[in-house]
């Protein structure tokens, strides 16, 4: 994509494709330790996750955060010999 279209927002103060980006690979970090801890049936409680937090609006987001995403995906998937 473009650097010109990573920075659309479709309406003032919402999220850019960047930010979006950004808020799938904290979100697949988070959901995927909490299903680690479901799957070892750990009853510890989860606490709450707030996204802006973990990414304040406007903050710039590496471009290598696309790669970590995808790697992330990858290595929770089986693998296919």
Known sequence: MKADRE??????????????AGHLGDTERVMAYRLLRIARHDTTPLPGFDENAWMPPRSSISAGSGIWWKNSRLSGLPRSN
């Open 7 to 20: 920075a659309f927002r479709y309406a003032p103060g919402k999220w850019s494709v960047r930010e979006v």
